[in-house]
């Protein structure tokens, strides 16, 4: 597991995958992505955005989830 | 109950025939629907329950869900094969409560061709409960479902965290699930294709240009070719004789009747309540209520609509919203009615009441649009282009101010975006005819018996007061003549009846634009009004009303003066 480098969400590009290695939120951001299956140890394929800083895609097991930029910024990845 | 989008109105349906609203986006359900079916020789009431991740609720519609669990006997709990390890979070909650849970594991046939193989006999004996693989949309299932209910069972888990039930969720997954791999399919490519910034704006651009056109020209042909030739060819004739039959004039014949000029009937200046009574809701606004339910259901069954609030992210944003607020918003452009009660999708109670007022101030339903089709189209499409440019301003430029002074903030978006799914045309005539029959029977009693009532008054002179009374705001500010009051009065009631009104008032193109802007703008209709008042509050009510008639009073001067 060497060379892992960790990044936010935003800064994956499109069809790059990781695992979740951190929510840096308060209790009602982390709960909400919790019940959505996000949640550290999980891994998350980044399938694409929106355009002007609009919300991130990801696939998360067989769902796709949308996530607002802002939150985006939240999800610490690290690239596999 | 189950999580969002997993299928729960569509075997609510199925258990008890009564039929509810389904689509294929997550927050279809806001409110709950009650039915009943046979269980045994008893009759058992079934609620169909708004979809929640969790127990701990984040939205006013989650919430209702939680509550509901405390007034219901057995839990049917809806899961979604295909993402079988998110959906057991809810269900390791239900179970840890002291309640019999049935377990319909739906969609079972999407999980083969996505490589998804589930050991139903393990996950029995994980979870301690009976579990029914079902298709919902087929039908496959439902019996053995119904069947089973009374074997519902409560295993009495004890209460965990959250890391705990993850932890379990893990086990389970591990030893009940394995994926093998499959190849992408074109659902798949065109999914990928609309997250993508460029491709996705495009398809968006391709989806709302084609529906518009596809609305129009379905309206259009259903005008012009089945409605105008059955009203002016069959009716016209009955009309004329009951009309010579009347004696051509006095109360009864104005109130059914109306005014006949020079020997012929115009079915949309005459206002009796057999020819503008029935030409109005059958003859002009349903031709446009079929088309436009036809494709929202479409784009809804599809799974389209969250793929725009996605794209529209960033602009919601700047009104105070978020994205998904654009699926009231598509709604409103049906009926207002639905699209407020669909704001229960949104979180804050801040974003509920921006998007309630801009609905009901900005977007006309689709009985005003047909209307304004009707009247304003006749004299150029650039002037119904006016029309819709002066709402979007509106829309764009209210919002904006509400951002600033509303308090609070607005949380941001997270959706969870479904796949494309072929939709049924089972599920999408059924839709249709509820909303087109839903139409007909809320809009024509409430048209019939504002026609007679107002040729009852006009009979009486009652108006005249009341016109003198309002004429300096009517005619000085909006440049619209006197009698147009009764019409701004009417649109209190239905907003197409009400444009009716202006038709046999010989308006100036300017001044059916202005008519149009203004009645679409201010105060909705009394349908509209009351739903405003149960999800809003009154203090709040009172607030987007004032808001309703000081925008409809200035963006109608302002038109009066630049036009």
């Known amino acids: 597991m060497s060379g892992k480098k960790q990044v936010t969400l935003r800064q994956m590009s499109d069809g790059q995958s990781g695992i979740v290695s951190q929510i840096q939120g308060g209790h009602g951001l982390t709960n909400r992505l919790n019940a959505m299956g996000i949640r550290p140890g999980k891994k998350v394929t980044r399938v694409g955005s929106a355009l002007m800083r609009g919300p991130v895609t990801i696939k998360v097991g067989n769902a796709r989830v949308a996530i607002g930029f802002g939150m985006a910024g939240k999800i610490m990845i690290d690239l596999v | ?563």
């Open chain 2, 1 to 563: 109950m189950g999580n969002p989008n997993v299928g729960k109105s569509v075997i609510f349906s199925r258990l008890t025939g009564v039929h509810v609203i389904a689509s294929n986006y997550p927050g279809t359900t806001v409110g709950y629907s009650r039915g009943s079916m046979k269980l045994g020789d008893e009759i058992a009431e079934v609620i169909d329950v708004p979809g929640t991740y969790t127990l701990e609720a984040t939205t006013e519609a989650e919430e209702i869900a939680a509550q509901m669990l405390n007034s219901g006997d057995i839990v049917i709990n809806v899961i979604d094969a295909t993402n079988l390890e998110r959906n057991l979070y809810l269900t390791l909650q239900l179970l840890e409560r002291n309640i019999p849970v049935i377990i319909a594991l739906n969609m079972w046939d999407d999980t083969e061709h996505r490589g998804i193989h589930i050991d139903l006999d393990k996950l029995r004996g994980f979870l301690g409960v009976p579990i029914i693989p079902t298709v919902a949309t087929t039908g496959q299932g439902i019996k053995e479902l119904a069947e089973s209910i009374p074997r519902a069972a409560s295993p009495d888990i004890p209460t965990h965290n959250r890391d705990e039930r993850w932890t379990s969720i893990g086990n389970i997954i591990d030893q009940v699930q394995h994926i093998t791999h499959h190849h992408h399919t074109w659902r798949e490519r065109l999914e990928d294709a609309s997250a993508k910034p460029v491709s996705g704006a495009f398809l968006a651009t391709a989806v709302l240009a084609g529906s518009f056109m596809a609305i129009r020209a379905m309206g259009e042909g259903l005008i012009n070719h089945v409605l105008d030739p059955l009203f002016n060819n069959l009716w016209a004739p009955v009309i004329l004789k009951l009309s010579s039959f009347l004696g051509g004039s006095g109360l009864l014949h104005s109130i059914t009747i109306g005014n006949i000029v020079g020997g012929e009937v115009n079915f949309l200046e005459s206002f009796g309540l057999l020819t503008t009574g029935l030409y109005v809701p059958f003859a002009m606004v349903m031709p446009y209520i079929i088309p436009f339910y036809l494709v929202l259901g479409l784009l809804e069954d599809i799974g389209y609509l969250p793929r725009l609030a996605v794209l529209m992210d960033t602009i919601m944003h700047r009104l105070g919203l978020h994205g998904y607020a654009i699926i009231p918003t598509m709604l409103g452009l049906g009926c207002n009615v639905p699209a407020i009660m669909a704001t229960r999708i949104l979180e804050s109670k801040r974003e509920r009441f921006i998007a309630a007022t801009l609905i009901s101030i900005a977007i006309p339903c689709a009985a005003a649009q047909a209307m304004i089709f009707g009247l304003v189209g006749a004299h150029g499409g650039q002037y119904v282009a006016i029309i819709y440019g002066t709402l979007f301003l509106i829309w764009i430029t209210l919002g904006t101010i509400l951002n600033r002074a509303v308090k609070g903030f607005s949380p941001e978006l997270l959706i969870e975006i479904p796949p494309y799914r072929l939709p049924s045309w089972r599920t999408v005539s059924k839709k249709l005819w509820m909303r087109a029959y839903g139409f007909l029977v809320e809009a024509i009693p409430i048209i019939l018996g504002a026609v007679a009532v107002i040729n009852i008054l006009y009979a009486y002179g009652a108006f005249d007061a009341v016109v003198n009374f309002t004429a300096p705001v009517v005619t000085g500010l909006l440049g619209l003549p006197k009698e147009a009051v009764t019409a701004l009065a009417l649109g209190f009631l239905r907003k197409d009846i009400a444009l009716g009104m202006l038709a046999p008032l010989a308006l100036s193109t300017k001044q059916l634009i202005i008519g149009s802007v203004v009645l679409s703008a201010f105060f909705p209709c009394i349908a509209v009004f009351v739903i405003l008042l149960r999800e809003l509050g009154v203090k709040n009510v009172v607030k987007s009303t004032g808001i309703m008639l000081a925008t409809a009073l200035l963006a109608g001067g302002i038109l009066n003066l630049i036009l």
